[in-house]
């Protein structure tokens, strides 16, 4: 895999196997890596993942429990041009943390990342760009997924948490919005009053919320687009009723 590393409560290690260049170069593009970014690779090996995140002008972090990997890292790194702009520590990863990252990529087995999958939708901010080289997130699907040379790059995006009641008003009618969230997949019940809203297209990225809602007696269309900040959402609507076209704002919150 990408960097040998301990399982934790096993004794065996996760085998050290290079992911090929062509895959890194992938998994750089579809994570969108660039200036301003902190890319994490978790069992970074002979450092060729962050090597290539820090030539697109990121910071690079890469961690690995054997310290040959580590030196062989810091040497490619410095023949590349890039030891300013990257680092290599020596550890377990899962006594590392990672929670600063906007970018965390890895090459390690189904069972590591499942053990890695709790611990990354509670730690890491929403929005962080997840890439996984080979192996998934088993019922977490991803928010895209591309095939090299036959094997999956696998991509996700830290979802915010929306599940619960939220509530706010406009012009002074009270709207109640309830969210059911399954990783990044949600569903919508709103309503006003006694009326209930046809709702279409709900989507959550990172912590972006939008959706379409219209009320079927009156004709009045909405598209809602926000962004989830803890207990609040703050967004804009745009409101279409017969000849009327315009723009308010709302602000939700939720107990």
């Known amino acids: 895999m990408a960097g040998t590393l301990p399982i934790k409560g096993q004794h065996r290690d996760v085998p050290f196997v290079p992911t090929p260049y062509e895959t890194v170069d992938e ?15 978790l069992g970074s090996g002979d450092g060729r993942i962050v090597i290539a ?35 290599f520590v020596e550890g377990n990863l899962f006594d590392t943390d990672f929670s600063k990252a906007t970018v965390v990529t890895m090459y390690l087995l189904n069972s590591v990342n499942m053990k890695l999958r709790p ?48 509530k706010w008003n406009v012009q002074d009618q009270p709207f109640t919005m309830h969210v059911k969230q399954t990783f990044q997949k949600i569903e919508l019940e709103l309503s006003s009053g006694n009326t209930s809203y046809t709702i279409s297209n709900p989507s959550l990225e990172g912590d972006r919320i939008w959706f379409t809602a219209e009320n079927s007696s009156t004709g009045a269309h909405y598209v809602f687009h926000g962004r989830i900040e803890g207990q609040k959402i703050y967004g804009t609507i745009q409101v279409r009723s017969g000849d009327k076209n315009n723009i308010e704002t709302w602000e939700a919150s939720t107990n």
Do not use: C
């Open 53 to 87: 995140a820090g030539k697109k002008g990121a910071f690079g972090h890469g961690i690995d429990i054997d310290p040959r990997r580590i030196n062989e890292a810091k040497r490619n790194a410095a023949k590349a041009g890039v030891d300013d702009k990257v680092m």
């Open 119 to 166: 611990i990354m939708l509670e730690k890491l901010k929403p929005g962080t760009r997840v890439v996984s080289y080979y192996f998934n997130m088993n019922d977490w699907e991803p928010d895209k997924q591309i095939v090299v040379n036959n094997s999956d790059i696998h991509y996700w995006v830290i979802p915010a948490k929306a599940e619960g009641t939220w």
């Open 27 to 41: 998994m750089i593009k579809i994570a969108g890596v660039g200036p301003g970014d902190y890319v994490i690779d």
